[in-house]
């Protein structure tokens, strides 16, 4: 049986897909692009593990996955995740907080912006027609489960052309939204 390491975020075996995300792979995520090019590309800014037990694109199918946000900034804005609509707007998505601190950042299509506090054993439901984005704001790597539709689909274009309408930024050490 596929099981996984409920602390860590990480499978132990199963079918799993991972990405990580460098700082080279967020051009124009974070608003100092300045503060952006003078950092080391290399730098991982997140890492992904989920499972796929049915193809992308399947209807009424589930993915289950965990999201590993280092600490750190650019400027002065907290590392974070790309962030993104569901391709299928009216998906929803669970996540669920197991280490760390931080911010889940969600926007609706009019671009009305609302946070909820990612902490150990926080629950955030995120309903359809919502962009969602985790943003590490503690000094630990923010770690949290989810669990999306297998048909919802990424839609990373609206975010890159539009951002989100708020941003969460370090004021002395600690979070503020901007
Ligand atoms: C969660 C889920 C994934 C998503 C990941 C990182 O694990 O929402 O679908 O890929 O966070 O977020 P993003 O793809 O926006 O970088
Ligand atoms: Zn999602």
């Given amino acids: 049986m596929p099981s996984v390491d409920w602390a860590t975020g990480r499978f132990h075996e199963g079918q799993v897909k991972r990405t990580v995300k460098r700082l080279r792979d967020l051009e124009g995520i974070f608003e100092d692009t300045a503060a952006w090019r003078a950092m080391d590309g290399d730098t991982v800014v ?8 049915v193809q992308e694109g399947t209807e009424a199918g589930l993915f289950w996955g965990s999201t590993v946000v280092e600490p750190g900034q650019v400027g002065e804005e907290f590392f974070m995740t790309r962030g993104h609509f569901h391709a299928k707007r009216n998906r929803g998505e669970y996540y669920t907080t197991v280490q760390g601190s931080g911010i889940l950042l969600l926007m609706d299509e009019a671009r009305c912006s609302r946070v909820e ?16 984005r985790a943003v590490n704001t503690g000094n630990t790597p923010l770690i949290f489960w989810a669990c999306w539709p297998s048909d919802a689909g990424h839609d990373y274009e609206t975010i890159a052309e539009h951002g989100f309408s708020q941003r969460v930024l370090a004021r002395n050490g600690l979070p503020v939204l901007g």
């Fill in 117 to 132: 506090e990612m902490a150990p054993g926080s629950l955030h439901y995120i309903p359809g027609f919502t962009a969602h």
């Fill in 46 to 53: 997140y890492s992904v593990e989920w499972e796929e037990r």
